[in-house]
């Protein structure tokens, strides 16, 4: 049982990076855009939080920092793929390769610093409840933050008018401008809510996960991202399912190195990025349903006619 | 009284092109306006302009006999202008309610605007469901989204661009009778179009362009088609010349018990097709859109395999099984309905799009694509078939429907096909462009092919075909004789078996409506 609860909560925990980067890559994505640099992004939210913390801001503050950082790294894809209308596939992979670049400069000499991590919350009562308690109420603060992002952005896609017309845009940017939506204006508030999410998970990752700055700390994790986002159909709950079953893979095969299962350590690393995307695959079969999902215009630059 | 659109001077030209010279007119209220022209002749351009989508270079627009100053879609919306359009911006992957949510002002409040959509919809005579999924909706129905879209505003003046392209002639009956009804409760309407029977039909009054001029303006319901005709083209239209010809001893094409399983819930399956096509003659396919003509072309083609070998027979060689390219091959040429992205690729020049089906030329060798060939291979097909186009090098989506098509069709026989088959030979092609893709056609036959037309225009078949076969529900019919038939026989073919138990329910949900 225990080693079940603390399997159970480690999930969890290394899910949270993953579900926040790709909860914002959905947005964008519905909204016709990819942006593939949500790696850079992450971890120049990473470096950008733990510059934040040795600068002596609170952690909010240094959270706040991740965030926007995020934000204004992801302008620069912006900019690229919706004002100067480049090739989106090329400004994303740009914009991974730069904010790795970033991460690096702003992180140097933060190098495996421990950082004071941001610690569980502990709820009177509820905390203490045997079981329930160490699996559902001991959690990081961010940790509650993420299943929040998850409602509020299902709610904001599927109930409100401006989630409708992101939706609507993402499958035909001319027919939304022929009735009036900014589309680019629109498309810009996406990609900055993107890289926002991305930002935070990096910080999730360098302030409370790891937590301490590390070169290239996101080991991938924002491709997995992408990865997730499009095996997930664009559908935010299987966003979410994706993200655990990453975590769990990840867990459990660092269970296994530890209990010494003889598997090359590597093969068992490698698990959690093979598992995840063969599952994906697996429940993405249904070709109705996710054509009815799949933003249409993703990746096509859009010029406003007329 | 006073015009509810009065239009002086209205001028607009593009780089090279007057679209618009001088161009007035005006519509009172209540009244059924008619915009008359061929593709090009600057209709769309005007309706743009009226619209407030497209500057005017000069020239006055008038509403209610006030001045519009700046112009501008929001501005049409104020003064009570809507616009449905011929390619139609709704959403697929949302609802029907969703769509029109999308262009409403305020708040978004979907049930009480689904009450809203039910009442319009059921007072028009427009039935849809507002829950429906775009997507699931045929063209005919999306039509209907459009325009109750356009009611829900409470418009003034409402601009219909060639509305019944897409539809059945039931549906064409039926979209009348709306507009009939709005015009009753003074709503004035714009009615653009090149169908000179529609407009006789229900237009009061008609404005006739022709190179962005005014040629004319009449009482179409006084007017006589040739009138009518002569105004547009600008001189009279060729008759269709039907000689009698000499059949080939066997068929050069035959199809035997073709069965054929849809691919989707909303195809239709075809199930013991029988057809025969000799050389000489044209066979016409008539039936209401969506009873297996789609995947009676595919099946034919050889877009999809799905038959046994002699389920298709190819002068004497069976090819049922055979992919579309050995089909081409082998001498049966195809013109799909889609000009743009299935006859040809849009953003591609002409002579690339020539080299698709016409590589068959010699146009390739060791796997290298020689340009030349296919340039003189374009050129010829434009002098030929008197495409419209600057050269080889025109981008295919530069180009009217009209011009595409005779240049796709001038691609496809200049392979000296055996059999051709032609979906949709005219669909959204100008009178003048019409007219001699038919003669084409008839031409070819003559020459001794096998000419297959799929159509959903009876007019046409009854003006070009020797015989023709009725499709309903993936099932043909006999063959009949055109001289030996009617559009009574040939319409009551196309509702008897047509009983799919989704168009019993449509049909009962029009009557009710239609009480």
């Given at each position: 049982m225990e080693l079940f609860i603390s399997i159970f909560v480690a999930t969890i925990v290394a899910a949270t990076p993953l579900v926040f980067a790709a909860l914002g890559e959905l947005v964008v994505e519905k909204s016709g855009v990819l942006n593939l640099g949500i790696e850079g992004m992450m971890l120049v939210g990473a470096a950008f939080g733990v510059w934040a913390h040795f600068a002596g801001l609170s952690m909010p503050v240094a959270l706040l920092t991740a965030v926007l950082s995020g934000a204004v790294v992801s302008l620069l894809f912006g900019v690229l793929a919706l004002t100067f209308m480049t090739n989106q596939y090329a400004a994303g992979l740009a914009l991974a390769i730069f904010g790795t670049g970033v991460s690096a400069f702003v992180g140097r000499g933060f190098g495996s610093t421990p950082v004071e991590a941001i610690q569980p919350l502990h709820f009177p009562v509820l905390s203490d409840i045997p079981v329930i308690g160490p699996m559902?109420?001991?959690?990081?603060?961010l940790v509650y933050f993420s299943f929040v992002m998850f409602a509020l952005v299902t709610w904001f896609l599927y109930r409100t008018k401006a989630g409708l017309a992101l939706r609507a845009i993402g499958e035909s940017p001319d027919s939304a401008h022929a009735i009036g939506y900014p589309v680019i204006k629109i498309r810009y508030l996406a990609v900055m809510f993107g890289g926002a999410m991305a930002g935070l998970g990096g910080a999730y990752l360098s302030l409370v996960y790891t937590p301490l700055w590390v070169e290239n700390?996101?080991?991938g994790r924002g491709w997995i991202s992408l990865a997730l986002v499009v095996f997930a159909a664009w559908r935010p709950l299987r966003v979410m399912i994706g993200a655990w079953l990453f975590g769990g893979m990840t867990i459990l095969q660092l269970q296994g190195q530890a209990m010494g299962v003889s598997v090359p350590s590597e093969v068992l690393s490698a698990l959690p990025y093979l598992a995840t995307i063969v599952v994906l695959v697996l429940i993405s079969q249904n070709r109705k349903a996710m054509a009815l999902d799949f933003p249409v215009s993703l990746a096509q630059p859009f010029r406003p006619r007329g | 009284m006073t015009p509810r659109l009065q239009l002086r001077g209205i001028s607009k030209s593009y780089p090279g092109v007057l679209a618009n010279d001088d161009i007035s007119l005006s519509v009172l209220p209540g009244e059924i306006h008619a915009v008359l022209g061929e593709n090009g002749a600057g209709k769309s351009t005007l309706m743009k302009i009226i619209y407030g989508a497209t500057p005017a270079d000069g020239g006055q627009i008038l509403c209610d006999g006030r001045e519009v100053p700046e112009h501008g879609p929001a501005v049409s919306r104020e003064l009570g202008i809507e616009m449905v359009y011929q390619h139609f911006a709704l959403f697929e992957s949302i609802t029907v309610v969703e769509n029109i949510a999308l262009s409403m002002p305020g708040r978004m409040d979907l049930k009480g605007l689904a009450v809203k959509v039910r009442e319009v919809s059921e007072k028009y005579g427009l039935p849809i469901d507002p829950d429906r999924l775009v997507l699931s909706l045929s063209v005919g129905e999306r039509q209907r989204v459009e325009i109750v879209r356009c009611l829900l505003r409470q418009p003034k003046l409402l601009i219909l661009d060639e509305p019944t392209s897409v539809l059945t002639p039931q549906a064409v009956r039926k979209l009348f009778e709306t507009l009939r009804k709005l015009s009753d409760e003074g709503c004035s309407i714009l009615y653009i179009s090149h169908k000179l029977d529609e407009v006789r039909e229900l237009c009061h009054s008609a404005t006739v362009l022709r190179g962005g001029r005014v040629t004319g303006e009449t009482d179409p319901r006084t007017t006589t088609s040739a009138d009518l005709a002569r105004m547009m083209v600008g001189s009279d239209l060729p008759e269709m010349l039907l000689q009698p010809s000499e059949l080939s001893t066997a068929p050069l094409l035959s199809v035997d018990n073709l069965n054929m399983a849809s691919e989707s819930h909303v195809g239709t399956s075809l199930t013991s097709i029988r057809l025969e096509a000799y050389g000489g003659e044209i066979v016409g396919i008539a039936g209401?859109?969506?009873?297996g003509q789609g995947e009676l072309a595919a099946a034919i083609s050889g877009e999809r395999i799905a038959s046994a070998a002699e389920d298709i027979v190819l002068e004497g060689r069976p090819v049922g099984h055979l992919d579309a390219g050995r089909r081409r091959d082998l001498g049966l040429g195809f013109v799909p309905e889609?000009?743009?992205?299935?006859?040809?690729?849009?953003?591609?020049e002409l002579s690339e799009n020539a080299l698709?089906?016409?590589?068959?030329?010699?146009?390739?060798?060791h796997g290298m694509a020689d340009r030349n060939k296919a340039r003189d291979f374009t050129m010829q097909v434009i002098d030929k078939y008197s495409v419209k186009a600057h050269g080889p090098d025109a981008k295919a989506h530069g180009l009217s429907g009209g011009n595409l098509q005779k240049f796709i069709m001038g691609r496809e026989i200049e392979l000296s096909p055996k059999v051709l088959l032609v979906s949709?030979?005219?669909?959204?092609?100008d009178v003048g462009a019409a007219a001699y893709v038919r003669q084409t056609l008839i031409d070819l036959s003559r020459s001794g092919r096998a000419v297959i037309v799929i159509s959903e225009e009876l007019e046409e078949l009854f003006e070009i075909c020797d015989r023709l076969y009725v499709i309903s529900n993936g099932a043909l019919s006999q063959s009949l004789n055109r001289s030996e038939t009617n559009v009574e026989e040939i319409g009551l073919l196309m509702a008897a078996t047509g009983s799919r138990d989704q168009d019993a329910e449509q049909r009962a949900e029009d009557m009710k409506y239609a009480v």
């Open positions: 559902l109420f001991q959690f990081d603060p700390m996101t080991a | 209401v859109s969506g009873n889609e000009r743009l992205g299935r006859g040809a690729v849009p953003p591609y698709l089906t016409a590589h068959r030329k010699g146009m390739v060798k949709q030979p005219t669909w959204g092609v």
